[in-house]
């Protein structure tokens, strides 16, 4: 699929083991097409206060939640693209907006305040990264990913994200193998997102192997290891 820059959608997390994952896989694979990043290592880079203010608010928020993240596909390098996004959730319905930049264009940005291009969604990123004065980058989560979309409607997406862990600031190497973990060995979280109402197909499948949603933020996870630790 391409990449888009604006979503509206419902996104639902699931706790998988191993052996449910591949249950799973089993009734809906034929419906499934693999992304255009495919199997990847993803890096999440998210954006926050000394004090971590953004990921205190989207934890106690009932209603609103926001955040501010870099995200890229293998290691983030100098000329490598990445997307600087918004995103946000209100009453369940997530809203994200992101711009494609290089790496060196983001962070230069994040130190001078200077947009590196001018558009409606950049305008939209500088004003919130302004009010909340130019938050730093702060903790990068990672995982492997495997990404797919439903060959029918390619708008219903699955991923699953296996070997959370998370490293503070930005990882300026090669080497994102590493972090410290975020939730138990062999666990899998599977996303599901779609515009709208779920397929039925994708419903049945989760009913007939109890598989219940559950709430978790990544970022969240490692702000309370760290808080934890300090």
């Avoid at 997390?13 to 499934?32: I, N, P, T, W």
């Avoid at 600087?84 to 994040?110: H, N, P, Q, S």
């Avoid at 991923?159 to 503070?168: A, E, G, H, Q, V």
């Avoid at 666990?187 to 978790?216: D, N, Q």
Wanted: net charge positive; charged share 35%.
């Amino acid at each position: 699929m391409a990449d888009v820059m604006i979503f509206k959608r419902y996104e639902k997390k699931y706790m998988l083991s191993e052996e449910e994952c591949c249950a799973f896989m089993h009734l809906v694979r034929d419906r499934l097409v693999p992304d255009k990043h495919g199997r990847s290592t993803l890096c999440s880079l998210y954006l926050d206060t000394p004090d971590f203010l953004l990921i205190r608010n989207s934890i106690d928020a009932q209603s609103y939640k926001e955040k501010l993240r870099m995200r890229s596909y293998g290691a983030p390098k100098d000329e490598k693209k990445l997307f600087f996004e918004i995103k946000k959730k209100y009453k369940g319905v997530v809203y994200k907006r992101r711009v494609c930049l290089t790496e060196k264009e983001a962070l230069d940005y994040i130190e001078s305040g200077i947009p590196p291009i001018d558009s409606q969604i950049m305008r939209e990123i500088d004003y919130l990264m302004r009010f909340y004065g130019m938050p730093k980058p702060c903790v990068c989560i990672l995982c492997e990913r495997d990404a797919y979309f439903s060959a029918d409607s390619p708008d219903v997406r699955i991923t699953f994200d296996r070997n959370l862990r998370y490293r503070r600031g930005f990882p300026n190497d090669n080497d994102i193998s590493q972090g410290t973990p975020i939730i138990e060995k062999g666990k899998i979280i599977m996303e599901i997102k779609t515009p709208g109402a779920m397929p039925l197909w994708l419903a049945r499948a989760l009913s007939e192997l109890k598989i219940y949603p559950v709430k978790f933020s990544k970022y969240a996870h490692a702000y309370y290891d760290i808080k934890e630790k300090k």
